[in-house]
């Protein structure tokens, strides 16, 4: 995996949306090991929740997913959180839902669009726990409707708190994390020639 020093420097917008190379990239043996380090990671992390109360738990999973992003793009990203999910459900002994997979697949690939090959900054960190905000308001109720049965408007109003919440700690477990990420990617997988 070709890493340079300019890798994480304000590059053109067009190279997130570069489904193509990303794809290719995918196909390297450096970047599935990365694809499989990143579900492992994610696995790993959802051991790792914090319950706060009953109704408040700060989960860290998500990380692995912005990880994908940030080193791979969006497709990287939506591949970790898509296979990510389905191993987690495997290893834990969760019934296994689609919708999800389809969930932790859009914050990966969302975030690899707002940080794939960018400069970390508090903004961006904002942005992609505004990514997990929203999609865990809008797409994680519908499918707890689907199999559950709970009424959308005990469910929104319910999860409007929790994850607004979650939503401040959020940015500043992202924005921590994704500026240690970059300086370990920095390092461990320096420039090749």
Same mark, same amino acid.
């Given at each position: 995996m070709q890493i340079s *020093?300019?890798? @994480?420097?304000? *590059?053109s917008p067009r190279e997130a949306l570069d489904f193509r190379s990303q794809l290719e990239n995918l196909r390297k043996v450096p970047h599935l090991c990365m694809c499989g380090?990143?579900?492992?990671?994610? %696995?790993?992390?959802? @051991?790792?929740?914090? %319950?706060?109360?009953?109704?408040?738990?700060?989960?860290? /999973?998500?990380?692995?997913?912005i990880a994908a992003g940030m080193v791979g793009g969006p497709v990287m990203g939506f591949v970790v959180g898509f296979l990510g999910d389905m191993l987690n459900c495997l290893v834990r002994g969760f019934a296994y839902f689609p919708g999800f997979s389809l969930s932790y697949a859009l914050v990966g690939a969302l975030c690899g669009?707002?940080?794939? *090959?960018?400069?970390?900054? *508090?903004?961006?960190?904002? /942005?992609?726990?505004?990514?997990?905000?929203?999609?865990?308001i809008t797409f994680t109720s519908l499918w707890l409707y689907l199999m559950y049965g709970t009424p959308l408007q005990v469910l929104l109003t319910s999860r409007l708190i929790k994850c607004t919440l979650n939503f401040f700690v959020n940015i500043i477990i992202v924005y921590i994390f994704i500026e240690a990420f970059q300086r370990i990617i920095r390092v461990a997988l320096p420039a090749q020639k």
């Open positions: *020093k300019d890798t @994480f420097s304000l *590059k380090l990143l579900i492992a990671l994610y %696995v790993v992390l959802s @051991f790792c929740n914090i %319950v706060l109360s009953p109704t408040l738990e700060i989960r860290i /999973g998500f990380l692995a997913f669009l707002i940080l794939y *090959k960018a400069r970390v900054t *508090k903004f961006r960190a904002a /942005g992609c726990a505004f990514v997990e905000y929203l999609i865990s």
